[in-house]
């Protein structure tokens, strides 16, 4: 590059000849970094899938109950490998029950995972505060009680639920009677997840609670959790709708309620719903005697046939449709002998989606 030395270039010259050079070397290295990070890459995933290909085998051990004896040591756990010995784990602990449970706490604290995740509980990460409680939860470690009852309560929703889920997977029975009430004020929760933490505890757990809730909430309240209902025991399930649905003044929770109905007591106050102000409340009474009316019904079901709304009609006619002691011949009779041409139209329309004529 001796070319670049001489000095009987003018400047002009020199600087791009200089500007030349420096892109050339800027090239080579950033071409030098890319390779070297693309191989430091490669080799951390392959040394990922060989740490978790390890403990995949020692955690699938473990749930059949024959993981490695005591005598026999594990394979070291850098400081690195902390997140993703967690993530695993907890992987593995959500998906299982019974006596495969106990195996994995027992194998954890063998491992050392409840100092690791009493470490990661004060960080200041959110992913790592959030594995943290998950794992504390799974592990069962009620001394964390307290501060998971005070995350319940934090701004953010993710560390907020999962506390929530620690508490009933720690004590099903006092996490849900802490829960519950949380509920519909912490509507920011997703609403599958809230399910899914219900299911965990179980329907004996969660009804009194859940009832009580219901109960002492207003209206809107009253309508967001009765989405959780149908996790409660039914027998007190049926006694919450049947005092919603004669109690209630707000047409949304009645209709709410409505939903819910399965029938063993009959529905409350349907001949009065069906002549319901509002349209929606006389369109989900329809509905509800398709599914558990009776002969004695029919004739309410008729009534619904000339509704101004539109809704109100087709339902009605689905409902009256799907009745299981009414046969096509029955089915023509009822058609038959409407006068009301929108009775007709919808019975005509209900009918052939039903393959009727």
């Not at 992987?91 to 027992?106: E, P, T, Y």
């Not at 329809?286 to 002969?295: D, I, S």
């Not at 002998?337 to 989606?353: G, H, V």
Request: include cysteine; hydrophobic fraction near 45%.
């Amino acid at each position: 590059m001796e070319w670049l030395f001489r000095s009987n270039f003018d400047p002009l010259t020199n600087a791009a000849l200089w500007s030349i050079a420096a892109v050339l070397l800027t090239t080579i290295v950033l071409f030098a970094y890319t390779v070297g990070l693309r191989i430091a890459t490669n080799s951390a995933i392959r040394n990922r899938q060989r740490f978790l290909s390890v403990w995949r085998d020692i955690f699938a051990g473990a749930l059949l109950g024959n993981g490695i004896p005591d005598e026999q040591p594990l394979p070291p756990i850098r400081r690195g490998d902390w997140i993703e010995l967690l993530e695993e784990w907890n992987r593995v602990r959500s998906v299982v029950d019974g006596r495969a449970v106990d195996n994995l706490i027992r194998l954890a604290k063998r491992t050392g995972i409840p100092p690791i995740a009493e470490k990661l509980f004060e960080s200041r990460r959110v992913r790592a505060r959030i594995l943290a409680v998950q794992t504390i939860g799974h592990l069962r470690l009620s001394e964390f009680w307290e501060e998971l009852r005070a995350l319940v309560d934090h701004d953010n929703t993710a560390i907020s639920i999962t506390a929530a889920a620690a508490l009933v997977d720690i004590d099903p029975g006092a996490g849900v009677n802490i829960v519950v009430p949380k509920i519909n004020s912490r509507r920011d929760w997703p609403r599958n997840r809230v399910s899914v933490i219900l299911q965990h505890a179980d329907s004996a757990c969660i009804s009194e609670p859940l009832y009580r809730a219901i109960r002492t909430e207003e209206s809107s309240g009253q309508t967001y959790l009765l989405q959780f209902a149908r996790l409660m025991e039914s027998e007190i399930l049926d006694a919450l709708v049947d005092e919603l649905i004669r109690g209630s003044p707000d047409p949304r929770v009645v209709t709410a309620s409505l939903k819910l109905v399965s029938g063993f007591k009959g529905v409350p106050r349907i001949a009065a719903l069906t002549q319901h102000d509002e349209w929606y409340v006389r369109m989900q009474a329809a509905k509800v005697l398709g599914r558990v009316g009776q002969q004695e019904h029919l004739s309410l079901l008729e009534s619904l046939l000339d509704d101004p709304q539109w809704w109100v009609r087709y339902r009605a006619g689905q409902a009256i449709s799907s009745l299981p002691f009414l046969g096509p011949n029955q089915l023509r009779a009822i058609r038959d002998r409407q006068t009301d041409p929108y009775a007709i139209d919808i019975l005509q329309q209900c009918f052939a989606e039903v393959g009727l004529a």
